[in-house]
């Protein structure tokens, strides 16, 4: 018969055993946790980098014709056009009633053909009474009111051609054409609309549908741009096209320092005035420390890297960039040439932390990272540009584990 003194026994052995097991399983739990991460890591290097100014703008007509009524108070029966269409010079854009100017024209016309009627009589009474003063048949007086009669009917004729004359130009100018070929930028007319001189116009064009790009450059950067230069302009869909430069601002801005850069851009159906766009302007091509866009690191602190030091912990690094080219970046101060560096900006890895280089990584540009030592020592240099200075400690004197391999050295498996 079992007793309540070998139960409470049983009882007591079950509970350590227990409590053996989580122990166990904590540790097992910290030894995993400290173990160090993989990452991918790539160096810094010497590459060909094209030089030049990235400066952004907006896209404009490089000449821009306002089209309206020239005469006022006609109603818009028609519009002929929309915004998009690339139009002829001379052609029919919008058309207004001419119904009233019709109307006028016909009565001045009939008008016209009484008073040519009264200047023939008033020429032949003229005629008639010519001379006959020298007979003393008639007064002078007589034949030079009637001379008088004549050219005055004669004048009245005159003045009522002209009057039609310019009711037929108001009623050409009825039909509204394109004063330039380009393309439409804006319509703001529609049917039933009363036209009005001097009032917003009712279409926009740009002359030939050309379209630029106003760039604004630093003051001090235009002076290593020329006109006739060639520039690569990104375009809001993100195409890139090749423009001219055409002409360079003659002034700057007394708030920004900015001056602006026209580029001349291809006749395209997709170049909207208004947009965005970002050019590159070129110039010679040098060889300078650049890494992978994947390496930087971007925080409250600025731009920086995180390096790998002697032990392989990451140590961060501000860095100052400059170009970028074909998805690398170059490093104007910062660590130097050769320098290895933790990808994707070191994202989670913390100041101090140990990691583990990973083989075979990419290091942004498609190409494998070169094979990562088993421990990396980067040599203490003064950063390029009066950067940061950073002195790594050597293997053994510092965090590193004693004897471990110098940079350089074979890689971790």
């Excluded at 160096?43 to 020239?70: D, F």
């Excluded at 300078?288 to 994947?294: S, V």
């Excluded at 075979?360 to 200075?389: F, I, L, Q």
Aim: some cysteine; aromatic content about 2%; overall charge positive.
């Amino acid at each position: 018969m079992i007793t309540g003194r070998e139960i409470l026994r049983a009882v007591a052995i079950a509970s350590c055993l227990v409590l053996a097991a989580c122990g166990g399983s904590e540790e097992t739990a910290k030894k995993a946790d400290s173990a160090p991460r993989d990452v991918g890591v790539t160096r810094i290097e010497l590459r060909p980098l094209v030089g030049g100014i990235t400066a952004s703008g907006v896209l404009v007509a490089r000449e821009e014709a306002a089209v309206g009524a020239e005469v006022a108070g006609y109603r818009v029966t028609q519009v002929l056009a929309e915004e998009g269409d690339f139009v002829r010079a001379g052609q029919p854009l919008v058309r207004m009633d001419p119904t009233l100017l019709e109307a006028q024209i016909a009565q001045l016309q009939a008008n016209l053909a009484q008073q040519r009627a009264s200047a023939a009589q008033a020429r032949r009474e003229a005629a008639r009474v010519s001379g006959l003063d020298r007979e003393g048949v008639v007064a002078t007086e007589q034949i030079e009111q009637r001379r008088t009669a004549a050219a005055t009917a004669a004048a009245q004729v005159r003045a009522a051609e002209a009057q039609i004359a310019e009711l037929r130009t108001r009623l050409s100018r009825l039909i509204i054409r394109a004063p330039v070929s380009g393309r439409i930028l804006a319509r703001a007319v529609r049917p039933g609309d009363i036209g009005a001189v001097g009032g917003t116009p009712m279409f926009r064009i740009a002359r030939g549908g050309l379209v630029e790009l106003r760039a604004d450059v630093p003051e001090a950067e235009l002076a290593t741009i020329r006109v006739g230069q060639s520039a690569q302009v990104q375009l809001p869909s993100g195409e890139m096209v090749t423009g001219t430069i055409r002409t360079l601002s003659a002034e700057v801005s007394g708030d920004s320092r900015l001056g602006a850069v026209l580029v001349t851009l291809p006749v395209r159906n997709d170049l909207r005035v208004g947009g965005f766009g970002r050019a590159n302007f070129t110039g010679a091509t040098t060889q300078a420390p650049a890494l992978p866009e994947d390496a930087l690191r971007f925080d409250a602190e600025g731009v920086s890297v995180m390096v790998l030091r002697p032990g392989n912990r990451a140590h961060r690094v501000p860095v100052r960039t400059g170009r970028r080219v074909g998805g690398w970046v170059e490093i104007l101060s910062g660590p130097p040439v050769g320098t290895m560096v933790l990808l994707g900006g070191g994202a989670f890895v913390l100041e101090g932390e140990q990691v583990r280089p990973v083989r075979g990584r990419t290091d942004g540009s498609g190409a494998s990272a070169p094979p990562p030592p088993a421990e990396v020592t980067n040599a203490p240099a003064t950063p390029r540009g009066g950067g940061t200075t950073f002195a790594p400690q050597q293997p053994g004197s510092g965090s590193g584990p004693a004897g471990a391999a110098p940079a350089g050295g074979g890689a971790a498996r």
